[in-house]
């Protein structure tokens, strides 16, 4: 089942922070994060697993709610290198694939 | 090596046509993957192989055929496809299988334009 993200679309400043949010129906064990700049392939941001590890991203942090079966991806002090949509991926099937939420386009002004 | 390739960039192909798309990675990954992914959409699986065999078929329609030759490669058939096949293929490949705990390297795509 695909997971839900929130909001569909952003707007900032350079330097301002932003928060993108995903949420799933089903238990989750981990969640995945990618972005997708225009016309290029989505790039490996970070996983957060259960029991609270992260591999990924220096400069870009998420949090991992098993409870609610929430994640958040924090991006604090915007570049225009941030630009792009952003993509949670939940597991699905056993594990074997993941399943990619609608999407939140980020659009950073200078 | 972290690089996924694909060939061709773009392809545009007639409904009657027989094409094949192609993938590789040389990261020693396990798991490949294809996606379709239309504009302003996330990504949608097709097929993944693991270990070189066919795990998860996504119902695609038999006009799509994956093949895996090795462990480094993985083709995509095309045969008599339909305009609404007019997408961006994405390859992408994992240490295993990316439902868990590794991460999917996505290759640059080909944009399928069929007329």
């Known amino acids: 089942q695909q997971p839900v993200q929130s909001p569909q679309a952003v707007i900032l400043r350079e330097g301002e922070d932003a928060v993108i949010n995903c949420s799933s129906s089903?238990?989750?064990?981990?969640v995945h994060w990618y972005r997708q700049k225009h016309g290029e392939a989505p790039v490996f941001l970070m996983i957060?697993?259960?029991?609270?590890e992260q591999k990924g991203h220096e400069k870009i942090s998420a949090s991992f709610n098993e409870k609610k079966q929430q994640s958040s991806l924090y991006l604090t002090a915007s570049q225009l290198s941030y630009s792009g949509t952003y993509f949670c991926g939940t597991p699905d099937q056993g594990a074997q694939k993941l399943v990619f939420g609608q999407g939140t386009r980020l659009t950073i002004n200078p | 090596d972290t690089e996924v390739t694909q060939t061709p960039k773009h392809l545009v192909m007639g409904m009657t046509n027989k094409k094949s798309l192609k993938c590789e990675q040389h990261m020693g990954h396990r798991a490949m993957y294809w996606y379709k992914q239309k504009a302003k959409k996330p990504p949608e699986l097709m097929f993944v192989?693991?270990?070189?065999?066919?795990?998860i078929n996504e119902s695609v329609p038999s006009r799509f055929s994956p093949e895996c030759p090795n462990s480094s490669l993985l083709n995509l058939h095309l045969h008599a496809l339909q305009p609404e096949d007019s997408a961006l293929y994405l390859c992408a490949s994992s240490q295993d299988e990316a439902g868990g705990s590794y991460e999917q390297y996505f290759g640059p795509g080909t944009r399928l334009t069929v007329t």
């Open positions: 192989y693991s270990y070189e065999k066919l795990s």
């Open positions: 089903k238990a989750l064990y981990s």
């Open positions: 957060l697993l259960k029991g609270g």
